[in-house]
């Protein structure tokens, strides 16, 4: 099992809207409704933003919105702000008890 | 407040072995599925071992299969991970993580335990 496919890095300035793309397979993104998504500011604990594709959490704005078309999820977030520069993982259930980690995306704010 | 508190983490020689613990309070332990997930420095995350709630049954990524064992005491609201035949790929801060639904989604995440293998 790889890990899932998301870019390195995506920028956008204040206000505008960016999108982070993770790809799978549908041996995982593709075949379950399983896909969360986690923003890890610099020196902090990964903090749970989306869960089962497009729900979000208790507290989580709603300039946060996630998706997914086959085997590619994704995270869109409109209205950017500063404090949303960050990592940010995307994970996916692959069968059988497993998990899939993306290998991340550095989101600046330009 | 829901907290999860690792300890155990620390230096260790390839082929060496670790235990570490996760002690959870502000929840009701017994009723969710819990997860180790790590990050070795400056890299991304990595799901390692979960457990469910009654502690019957326990999964874990290829890298760890057979050498790394995840158990629970839901006596004492803790969490475990036995680590034997370390490498220096073990290398990571390790952390204890909730699954509410067992849906693999993981909230609240612990603040983590480094363990450094090297000789």
């Known amino acids: 099992q790889s890990a899932l496919t998301q870019p390195r890095s995506v920028s956008g300035s204040p206000g505008q809207s960016v999108t982070i793309s993770c790809t799978g397979t549908?041996?995982?993104?593709?075949?379950?409704?399983?896909v969360s998504w986690y923003q890890q500011r610099p020196g902090k604990v990964p903090k749970l933003m989306i869960y089962?594709?497009?729900k979000r959490p208790s507290g989580v704005p709603d300039r946060f919105y996630g998706s997914k078309s086959g085997n590619t999820a994704s995270l869109t977030i409109s209205g950017l702000q500063a404090e949303d520069e960050a990592d940010y993982y995307c994970?996916?259930?692959?069968?059988?008890?497993?998990?899939?980690f993306g290998g991340g995306t550095k989101l600046t704010v330009l | 407040e829901v907290q999860l508190l690792e300890s155990g983490g620390g230096l260790v020689q390839p082929g060496g072995s670790l235990r570490l613990s996760c002690v959870a309070s502000?929840?009701?332990?017994?009723?969710?599925?819990m997860s180790w997930v790590r990050q070795a420095p400056g890299e991304g995350l990595e799901w390692v071992s979960a457990?469910?709630?009654?502690?019957?049954?326990?999964y874990y990524g290829n890298s760890v299969k057979g050498r790394f064992v995840i158990s629970r005491d839901n006596s004492k609201n803790t969490l475990y991970l036995r680590m034997d035949g370390l490498t220096v790929d073990d290398t990571a801060v390790y952390h204890c993580?909730?699954?509410?639904?067992?849906?693999?989604?993981?909230?609240?995440w612990g603040q983590g335990t480094l363990v450094t293998v090297s000789s």
């Open positions: 993580v909730r699954d509410p639904e067992g849906d693999a989604w993981f909230d609240p």
């Open positions: 502000g929840f009701t332990f017994t009723n969710y599925a």
């Open positions: 457990i469910t709630s009654s502690g019957g049954n326990t």
């Open positions: 549908s041996s995982d993104v593709g075949g379950y409704k399983f």
């Open positions: 089962d594709v497009s």
């Open positions: 994970s996916s259930y692959a069968g059988s008890y497993s998990i899939l």
